[in-house]
């Protein structure tokens, strides 16, 4: 097993690698609804809004010592942004036990920062951004749990 650098029971999976012993801290998990102004009619002064489209992204800092990143995770991110594809992420804030809150939807990276090196030369840092690509298959919001 890889070294686990977090003492905490998240479960964390992009493109089918399990991610988890790497999560270092989850920047940034929404899930919002896109407001569409429907306004109409002359004279009118003040917006009309109305819900639109739900959306769902992430940001999240995963530290890697350099040989574990050139063999892990290196492969799956190249693949996935070199070739413009989507990949799922499944996220469980409490571990991926039967019952336990998930996420799980097709993103795309949208942004990567990194590998940045760190002070001890042998670790990097990288940080993700992800955007879904469609409608999660769960998601901790609507009831989404591990089976």
């Known amino acids: 097993m890889n070294p686990v650098l977090n003492s905490n029971d998240v479960f964390l999976s992009l493109g089918g690698t399990d991610i988890s012993a790497y999560f270092t801290a989850e920047t940034s998990r929404e ?5 569409v102004d429907v306004t109409h009619g002359s004279g009118v002064e003040w917006s009309l809004m109305r819900p639109g ?3 769902y992204s992430m940001s999240l800092t995963l530290a890697y010592k350099v040989n574990l ?6 492969p799956v991110l190249t693949s996935i942004m070199a070739n413009d594809t989507q990949a799922t992420l499944i996220y469980g804030p409490e571990g991926q036990a039967s019952g336990k ?3 799980e939807v097709d993103v795309f990276i949208e942004s990567m920062t990194g590998p940045t090196l760190t002070i001890e030369k042998d670790m990097v840092v990288i940080e993700l951004s ?3 690509a ?3 298959v769960a998601y901790i ?7």
């Open 31 to 35: 899930v919002s609804i896109n407001m």
């Open 53 to 55: 489209l739900k959306s």
């Open 69 to 74: 990143y050139q063999t892990d995770i290196e």
């Open 101 to 103: 809150p998930r996420d």
């Open 130 to 132: 992800l955007v879904a």
């Open 134 to 136: 469609g409608e999660p």
């Open 141 to 147: 919001g609507g009831g989404g749990v591990f089976a």
